[in-house]
């Protein structure tokens, strides 16, 4: 059986298509329409998003536009506003947009209002947040939180590490908070290496409370809190949990008075709006929180409401089907001109990655088309001494996406108009380059104009805010959910599993007890795996230099 998509018509529609405009410049198309920078941006919830340096005709969004229809888009985010069970090889929804819609609206799961349940806890959160952030939470000693170390590895870790730093500047800057995630030993080691337990507040972050990394380290931090208070009681004062499964949680030994819960429809990648968002909320505090909430909310309301033309996660997502699929761009560079933007291009990763990077449809038929691209990037101007040398010149086309803002949140005298400058002539650079003729007419010697020609007509997408604030950064995140959204529906497939993490899990779990044995035992792995086992164990038992 064959995947359905590439026999649609309206997807060949768009592969004829790109045999007539395929080999167009963006020079072309911006000298043929002086007002193309204009005509393709559109802006939401204070989100402007220029797009007109993708390499697209006002032919192809309408041709996009009829593949989404055929794909039964709008059908597809009905569905998941509704609450259906549209994680079908889980049997679950996928109701991230639950969690920052208002207390007045209403959504059903099995005969509950998940609204309802959603803003019990986060007003319980909102009571411990304000505790620990006034001082009347003590610790077991007696002492107020000065440290928060958050534990839990993907989700539970990457949105709200992603948040934290963010958001740094709306932080009490009194709260030390750290994430803790690796299983390497180091992770744990240097977060607690300064810190006074007294005065130290773990939140244990795990949906399934199954995680290995987690519970591994969560153990090694209540072992840590217990030696340095002398008592198993301090556990009490110092451990809260995130997690959808109140037993195991208990049977870790924290009481449910000090569990914030989550539902099996908040996927792991979509859960940093959640309980599981803890961490920034003890950050920024409860008003803030509820900005970046209502943030989201305006992109979710955005995108459930806005025809195609004008709708931002639909265009993106779009977008980057035409790039991956019919300019062959196997990965996308997501550069945020805002240092406090570092960890989103890692927290893309996963939203995405683990989202789309899928091999068969929702019915289990091997695609016979690319999904999900890779996503990679650092905040510029940094990337520009590093790698932007491949985006100009290389041989692979890298569709960037630049996100900047209007305003400084740490203004300096010409810093900021710096950056921007910067973010904005990358946009050009790659999109114009410059040509042969350009080049000799500065005068270059003949040997280096091959060198130093850019080709250009490589495409970006712009994003603009006034400022990073916690409401700028929601409607960042929900617009790429959404658009990863978008493109696991027009690719088919089920964007909310991640069934590929579980075998490199359960072969892991084979090797520890292989490794951890007293005498080897018979393996039966291939002779790689084999040998590296033997040689990983002399080297750990007899090390050398
Ligand atoms: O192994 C992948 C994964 O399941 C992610 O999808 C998830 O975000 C992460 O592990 C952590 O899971 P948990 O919150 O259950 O510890």
Redesign the pocket.
Known sequence: MNSELPRRPEWQALRQHFAEIGSLHLRDLFAADPARGERFSAEAAGLYLDYSRQRISTDTLRLLGKLAEACALPRHIAAMFRGDLINTTEHRAALHVALRAPASAQIWVDGRDVVADVHTVLTRMEVFAEAVRNGSWLGYTGQPVRNIVSI???????GPVMAYEALRAYSRHDLRLRFVSNVDGTDLAEALRDLDAAETLFIV???????L??LSNAQAAREWCVDALGSDAAVARHFVAV?ADTGRVAAFGIAPAQMFGLWDWV???Y?MDSA?GLSTLLAIGPAAFRDMLAGMHAMDVHFRDTPLAHNLPMLMGLLAVWNNNFLDAASVAVLPYEQYLKRFPAYLQ?LAM?SNGKHVTVDGVRVDYATGPIYWGEPGTNGQHSFHQLIHQGTRIVPCDFIGFGQALNPLPVQHDLLIANMLAQGEALAFGRSADEVRAEGTPDELVAHRCCEGNRPSNTLLAARLTPWSLGTLIALYEHSVFVQGVIWDIDSFD?WG??LG?QLASTTFAELSAATLPALAHDSSTNTLIRRYRQLRDAPGR
């Open positions: 839990g590895i993907g989700g539970s870790d990457l972050c795990s949906k399934t409370f199954t995680t990394e987690t997690s996927g792991g990648r859960s599981i996963q683990e991640q993490v579980e899990k």
